[in-house]
């Protein structure tokens, strides 16, 4: 299993006030096992469920995804909703992010569990002209083999993080990543993007040229 922190290594600023409404956008795919994990920390965020939008993109799962999503959802104040869509989650993102009604779109994946403060933390550095903010993804498992992955990887993040505090962009992490609407919006979207098996980058790379910036 995956969890994902949005704490960042320097402080962020203060929150907006009031706070804003955000949203949140997932894509899936045959993941009745792992959403209702992902879907049960988004219920325990330290953030007004009233202020929240979470939508689901399913790309045409053939288990049951769907009857999880609105079982795990059951009662919640905020807005839900199940989009059925097909054709790669590129797509699924695209139509997800026009159903989305905030100005702040927080991406992750059905098999990640968000912490407590995911929504805070990563808001906290959303200044202006920010475009992307990415947090912190660690890798988890019972297996030594999980555990050296975590490792291997939180010591590749290490070495983005110091080249990102240098100034150079790197990359950002579909999975634990706020994109602003105007940010997003000034790419065109992801239907103005070319094709790509890494749709997060691809979307980080067209928000620096539109002339955001990024936070890591």
């Known amino acids: 299993w995956r969890f994902a922190s949005g704490r960042g290594t320097t402080p962020g600023q203060p929150l907006p006030v009031p706070l804003p409404r955000v949203s949140?956008?997932?894509a899936a795919r045959d993941e009745e096992a792992a959403l209702p994990r992902c879907l049960a920390s988004l219920r325990?965020?330290?953030?007004p469920e009233e202020l929240l939008e979470i939508f689901v993109g399913d790309d045409g799962s053939i288990d049951g995804t769907v009857a999880v999503a609105m079982a795990a959802m059951q009662g919640f104040k905020g807005r839900f909703r199940v989009v059925l869509i097909t054709r790669g989650k590129a797509n699924v993102l695209a139509h997800l992010t026009r159903q989305a009604t905030t100005d702040f779109f927080f991406i992750t994946d059905a098999d990640i569990s968000l912490p407590r403060t995911w929504i805070a933390g990563l808001l906290a550095h959303a200044a202006p002209g920010v475009g992307t903010v990415t947090g912190i993804t660690a890798v988890g498992g019972p297996q030594l083999f999980h555990q050296l992955q975590g490792i291997d990887w939180l010591l590749s993040l290490s070495m983005v993080q110091v080249v990102s505090d240098l100034g150079r962009p790197?990359?950002?992490m579909g999975n634990n990543m706020l994109v602003s609407r105007a940010a997003y919006e000034a790419t065109g979207g992801y239907e103005a993007l070319p094709f790509s098996v890494t749709e997060d980058f691809a979307l980080f790379r067209a928000v620096l040229a539109a002339g955001f910036g990024f936070r890591q």
């Open 170 to 172: 790197v990359t950002a």
């Open 44 to 47: 325990n965020l330290d953030y």
């Open 24 to 26: 949140i956008l997932i």
